[in-house]
């Protein structure tokens, strides 16, 4: 269905290398935050970026940043009553009480080390003041080091409850943040349907091969309707995974809404619809053809990407090129699977770390040994999971499979009663 990559993406991607090491290069000064250490007495000790915060932004610092210190000090020494005292109410929600809160921080972390904290320059944005947070982490017994890097920089934010300040979003202590595969997962299993999609669009389709995957806006409409009249809620997977390996509560009726490829339309008609049903979608993008038009396709736009990724929807890796992952060589499955990650957070700003197999394979009719070596590479370059595009579709989600998550497709001539069948799979 793809064809080779055309050679304006081939030089788009031959700057990646740089891309990426731009994007990881500290932009603002770090403070260490230790235990028991000082905390700052003025601004000054913890600069701001230039002409970023006014004066009264400047007045309220030190407040803002004592709330943070004492966030981070509870977190490293196991305080994690104090944290949940720190929380926003809002923040609070989702947690099942105070002790589904410290269960949850107790199994995240416990197979690193806490080697360091540090403390960014704040930015203030709309009435919250942000602060970006980093974790130096090691593991306790082998890990992929890569992957421990990805809870350094993140922001947190702050904002005034009544006369104080407390913390509404936690930056790498975030349940929004990277997950931590445990090395020896506890076996559990949760049923959420994770229903994918690929075009959602009214134009007639161009070619046979889209009329399968081409579902109307009025379909989809019907089907977030359904969803949120029957008290279904959409979740990330990374809330998936939340669950899985550190049990924290989901809300009634989970439900993952993915959409493969990273067509034009999922912009211009899916993700309005989300929007209008405060609901949240995962787009798997082809990163190769990103910007561009192959045969009757045209794929999403980078600033599109990045504009639902703002928005809050799951951005995550879909390949380079499109491939049977199963045919490649070595070397190129490991290009397809790094570079399109690489590539994805160095536009995004945030982890990636879940992909979908294109075309499912080689999990469809693939080998044994070529999924095993898939597995393996995936879980070199730090992908936490990965979507399946099944023979039979199914709904319960496994710990012990991480790289085999079932989905269910959702095809144009899917009926509101199958719709309705399928999520109870």
């Known amino acids: ?185 506890v076996a559990t299993t949760q049923r959420v349907p994770i229903l994918m999609y690929h075009h959602v669009s009214d134009a007639p389709p161009l070619a046979y091969s889209q009329i399968d995957l081409t579902v109307t806006r009025g379909n989809f409409a019907a089907q977030l309707a359904y969803l949120a009249g029957h008290g279904y809620h959409t979740i990330t997977l990374v809330d998936l995974f939340n669950t899985l390996y550190y049990g924290r509560p989901l809300p009634p009726r989970p439900v993952i809404l993915t959409f493969d490829d990273g067509y034009a339309d999922n912009y211009t008609d899916a993700f309005p619809l989300l929007r209008r049903y405060h609901m949240v979608g995962e787009f798997n993008i082809v990163t190769g053809l990103v910007g561009t038009t192959l045969g009757v396709n045209t794929y999403v736009t980078w600033p599109r990407v990045e504009a639902m990724a703002d928005a809050g929807m799951e951005i995550e890796s879909h390949t380079v090129s499109h491939p049977d992952l199963g045919l490649l060589g070595l070397d190129r499955a490991a290009y397809e699977l790094h570079f399109s990650r690489a590539l994805l957070a160095a536009r995004i700003h945030r982890a990636v770390q879940f992909m979908a197999y294109p075309s499912g394979e080689p999990f469809r009719s693939g080998a044994v040994a070529a999924q095993a070596r898939i597995r393996a590479i995936l879980a070199r370059y730090n992908y936490v999971g990965a979507l399946l595009d099944p023979v039979t579709p199914g709904t319960s989600q496994d710990a012990a499979t991480p790289y085999e998550l079932p989905r269910v497709r959702v095809r144009r001539a899917t009926t509101l009663a199958q719709f309705a069948a399928r999520l109870q799979l």
């Not at 081939?10 to 731009?22: E, F, N, P």
């Not at 602060?131 to 934010?157: A, C, V």
């Open 1 to 185: 269905m793809f064809s080779p990559l055309p050679s304006t993406i081939k030089r788009q991607l031959a700057g990646l290398a740089l891309v990426t090491l731009i994007a990881a290069l500290p932009v603002v000064p770090v403070v260490p935050v230790v235990p028991g250490s000082p905390r700052p007495t003025s601004p000054g000790e913890l600069p701001a970026a230039p002409g970023r915060l006014g004066p009264s932004a400047i007045a309220a610092l030190p407040s803002a940043l004592a709330t943070l210190r004492a966030y981070a000090t509870a977190f490293a020494a196991g305080h994690y009553a104090t944290m949940w005292g720190l929380l926003t109410p809002a923040a609070r929600e989702g947690w099942g009480g105070e002790d589904g809160y410290a269960a949850y921080y107790a199994r995240k972390f416990a197979p690193v080390r806490l080697r360091g904290l540090a403390l960014g320059a704040p930015r203030l944005a709309g009435g919250a003041i942000h602060i970006p947070l980093t974790l130096t982490l090691s593991w306790r017994r082998g890990g992929q080091p890569g992957m421990l890097t990805l809870l350094r920089n993140l922001d947190t934010t702050i904002v005034r409850a009544g006369a104080a300040w407390r913390v509404a979003g936690g930056g790498p202590l975030d349940p929004a943040a990277p997950v931590i595969p445990p090395p020896d997962p």
